[in-house]
């Protein structure tokens, strides 16, 4: 029997999470494969975050279901981050709390999007936000960034995709998967296009926001006009090294957060209540390890810069955020070793894989089939050793 629903069946897998598990069968074969695939840091949970949790178990006050949109007191603590960090000013009741950031997406476009609505969506882009729209009935239009403009789309080209149908737009910045981040200016530029339209909502992902190596993060929504139109996603994954832990938050419209909190009631009720605790610690604590997370990651940045402009015919930007390079390969399509013609991005990571055995993601999966995305959330040892055997087997393909 097979009853598996249209929408299923339509919707398309998770391309990081495949590659993953591919390099996961590779492992058990016994073979030595280098992971540059996830969006995932390779640092532990800071140990005063782990504490947090552990007190909260000690405590044995927190194992009773929690509010739907969260504690209170974590909803204030990111209420007061959101004032502090990013000029953004919301209620605790404006804020909630979810099952890592890829829910309050969905949550998200759940609550606002209606059947055939479009949703502008700014390429390249993390490979969710298009399944996500879909999911809720809706089509994704995307806009794509080049290279050549550090892989940024452009507010006209915004303006120029915008049409009657049009309920939303989203990006992400710091991006994945190029690492691009956005300026004061060309967020302003942005900003003066949809407050043209009066009914379009700024889903705005900055969940790479402390791994910013500019100095200077923006926020959309803390600019003028732009509050009451944008639901900020952020969470604890990334900055603090808390994939594992599942906790996203949104800050957005009062009427936006409790179509989302009435969602989540339904699907998951609360995140997990010792996991807001440990949230709470690290956001009303000392940021300095995450600082120093940062740094080592900008160390690997410009590491992994030097090395990949040594494998010729890969054209690279010089990222200034989040922890992936995106460099456009297309001048490998088209190649062979003598066994195998690699004919796209796709053919290109799994060649990466079989041959060289490192696992990248094919850059189609995010929105531009000329690259690819690797990460650098590794050891400096792996990322050389992968680097070098990725210039090795490339130089097959003539």
């Known amino acids: 029997m097979n009853i598996v629903s249209d929408r299923i069946k339509n919707m398309a897998e998770s391309a990081t999470l495949a590659m993953a598990a591919k390099a996961r069968e590779y492992k058990a074969k016994g073979i030595n494969v280098i992971s540059l695939s996830l969006g995932e840091p390779d640092f532990k949970t800071p140990q005063h975050i782990q504490d947090g949790a552990k007190k909260a178990i000690d405590e044995g006050k927190y194992f009773a279901y929690p509010p739907v949109n969260g504690y209170l007191d974590l909803r204030e603590a990111i209420a007061e981050k959101f004032k502090k960090e990013n000029g953004l000013n919301y209620t605790p009741d404006q804020i909630v709390v979810s099952n890592g950031a890829k829910q309050s997406i969905a949550n998200i476009f759940q609550a606002i999007i209606n059947e055939g609505d479009e949703v502008v969506v700014f390429s390249p882009f993390w490979v969710s936000y298009s399944a996500l729209i879909e999911l809720a009935g809706g089509v994704p239009v995307l806009v794509k960034g080049g290279i050549e403009n550090d892989f940024k789309v452009t507010a006209e080209q915004f303006e120029a995709a915008i049409t009657s149908k049009t309920k939303a737009m989203i990006f992400s910045s710091p991006c994945n998967p190029t690492g691009s981040v956005f300026t004061k200016p060309e967020l302003e530029a942005i900003a003066k296009v949809v407050l043209k339209h009066e009914n379009l909502v700024v889903v705005s992902d900055e969940i790479y926001e402390h791994i910013n190596y500019t100095g200077a993060h923006a926020s959309i929504g803390a600019l003028p ?121 796709d053919d290109l990571a799994m060649y990466i894989l079989e041959n060289a055995h490192v696992s990248v993601v094919t850059g189609g999966a995010f929105g531009d089939p000329d690259c690819i995305r690797l990460s650098y959330a590794a050891s400096e040892e792996e990322l050389r050793e992968a680097i070098s055997r990725m210039k090795t087997t490339l130089a097959k393909l003539q």
Do not use: H
């Not at 209540?273 to 690290?282: D, G, K, Y």
């Not at 200034?320 to 991005?345: E, H, I, M």
């Open 225 to 345: 006009g732009m509050l009451e139109r944008t639901a900020t996603v952020n969470g604890m994954a990334k900055g603090f090294a808390m994939t594992g832990w599942r906790v996203g938050y949104i800050g957005a419209p009062t009427w936006l957060a409790k179509a989302c909190n009435k969602i989540q009631g339904q699907f998951t009720s609360a995140n997990c209540s010792i996991a807001q605790r440990a949230a709470l610690t690290a956001l009303t604590s000392d940021l300095e390890p995450t600082r120093q997370m940062t740094k080592e990651y900008l160390r690997r940045r410009n590491l992994v810069k030097e090395l990949l402009d040594q494998i010729p015919g890969f054209k690279t930007n010089m990222p200034q955020g989040a922890f992936y390079f995106f460099p456009d390969v297309s001048a490998y399509f088209g190649k062979s070793d003598g066994t195998t013609t690699v004919k796209d991005a």
